[in-house]
């Protein structure tokens, strides 16, 4: 996101994935982002991740706002309902007073529920941007939302053209920003940013420290869109005892040679998914790019 979602005065903003409790202990969820909200400026809070059962996005982000004071994005599915449902749910969140969105497809559901699908990322981006010029398919709302609406994107080595099109599809669907599927090479990183340079949404750079060999191979095989070079799982093959500080080595190599490359100037934050460690990284991370002064 841009400057102004930031707690300090950085360009870059550092944000975490939440996944709601799956136990909805929310205590419990609270005591976690309190244990780092001073590394961060948002948190994006997951819908039912893997097709797995969760507590609402909605009502897990009206708690973190709420309860914990920390900005949230809420990620909203084409899964779960029509667009029927998918109305009400935005409508809803806008009257809780979530303000960022972020679109997604979303991830099939495991039996026994059944995914829905019935509308696609691009019309709810457009159906989220109609609402903010007051509209609907139903006719006029009484007060226009006003939703800062995200996406995701892929990253390559997955085709040019085709993260391209789609990104500028959703840019020009309503889209103001974007979270990236998380990235293992800085030239993976470099290329995204030329392939889509001319699309001029906010950029956020997804990281996921990889920290065991069997979710590093689990994600390189069956996740699609996410590539994890070879020489990284050598890595973590040759080294299991240390692969907590192999993949957060990784992570910090990745943001530094960033910096070196000057690449940090076209991104507007960082985003770190699947870590639950702590502050260790996210806090070196803030500190890093203050010393960047970028």
Request: glycine content about 6%; overall charge positive.
């Amino acid at each position: 996101m841009n400057k102004k979602y930031n707690q300090e005065d950085l360009p870059i903003s550092i944000s975490l994935e939440i996944n709601p409790p799956v136990d909805a202990d929310f205590e419990k969820l609270r005591k976690k982002i309190d244990s780092v909200s001073r590394f961060i400026d948002f948190v994006n809070v997951t819908s039912c991740p893997m097709g797995r059962l969760r507590p609402s996005a909605i009502a897990s982000a009206n708690f973190i706002q709420n309860k914990c004071g920390v900005k949230t994005v809420v990620n909203v599915t084409c899964r779960d309902n029509n667009l029927l449902g998918l109305a009400s749910d935005l409508l809803g969140a806008d009257i809780l007073g979530i303000r960022n969105i972020l679109a997604v497809t979303g991830d099939p559901a495991q039996s026994p529920s059944d995914s829905v699908f019935q509308t696609d990322v691009f019309r709810l981006i457009k159906l989220a941007d109609d609402m903010n010029e007051g509209k609907t398919f139903s006719g006029r709302i009484a007060r226009k939302t006003a939703f800062r609406i995200g996406c995701a994107t892929l990253v390559p080595p997955s085709g040019s053209q085709g993260i391209y099109n789609r990104l500028m599809r959703k840019y020009e669907s309503g889209a103001s920003f974007c979270i990236t599927q998380p990235i293992y090479s800085v030239n993976s990183l470099e290329t995204f940013l030329e392939i889509t340079e001319s699309i001029k949404i906010d950029k956020i750079i997804g990281l996921m420290p990889l920290t065991n060999l069997k979710m590093a191979k689990y994600i390189s095989k069956n996740v699609p869109g996410i590539y994890v070079p070879d020489q990284f799982l050598r890595a973590l093959e040759q080294n299991k005892e240390s692969a907590y500080q192999i993949g957060v080595a990784q992570i910090k190599e990745i943001i530094e040679k960033a910096g070196s490359r000057g690449l940090l100037r076209n991104i507007s934050g960082i985003h770190f998914m699947f870590y639950s460690k702590g502050g260790e990284l996210l806090d070196w991370a803030k500190n890093y790019l203050r010393s960047m002064n970028v």
